[in-house]
């Protein structure tokens, strides 16, 4: 549309000029053919040119929500990750708690030689241990990871 408006303007403008001197005529004509053709294609490219800014534009706001979505859901998954780091921590210091009370409890025993038959200390004392080694053996592995 804009190049037949062109167009127009442009072949009002030979006609003027072609009254004044008819040798001209053709020349001028073939002149500014040539100049509306050029505008004619310099307005396609144009127009070609806002269609593929427009398209770029649209992709680039795609890939932008995209993104956006990608970042939002690893901010997520880090969330959970130190939740559960958190609680893994949390759950080792309950269980060193646990082991050095005992340890005191052994210790204890130990100092204070609680008058027991011997059968029956050795045996409590036996247990102590066994369950310290538990505990400590459960700290060292400990596979369990508590969700938030």
Do not use: W
């Amino acid at each position: 549309p804009k190049c037949s408006e062109n167009q127009d303007k442009n072949h009002e403008d030979t006609n003027e000029n072609s009254c004044s001197s008819e040798e001209g005529v053709d020349t001028s004509l073939s002149r500014t053919d040539s100049c509306i053709q050029k505008e004619c294609v310099e307005t396609k490219k144009i127009e070609q040119l806002e269609k593929l800014l427009k398209k770029n534009l649209n992709q680039l706001t795609q890939m932008q929500g995209y993104y956006d979505k990608e970042i939002y859901e690893k901010e997520q998954l880090i969330k959970r990750f130190r939740c559960a780091n958190d609680s893994y921590e949390k759950q080792q210091a309950r269980d060193n708690m646990i082991i050095k009370f005992r340890d005191s409890t052994i210790s204890r025993f130990g100092e204070h030689k609680i008058k027991l038959p011997d059968e029956e200390s050795a045996k409590e004392f036996d247990n102590l241990k066994l369950e310290i080694k538990l505990l400590r053996e459960q700290l060292e592995d400990s596979p369990k990871l508590v969700k938030c």
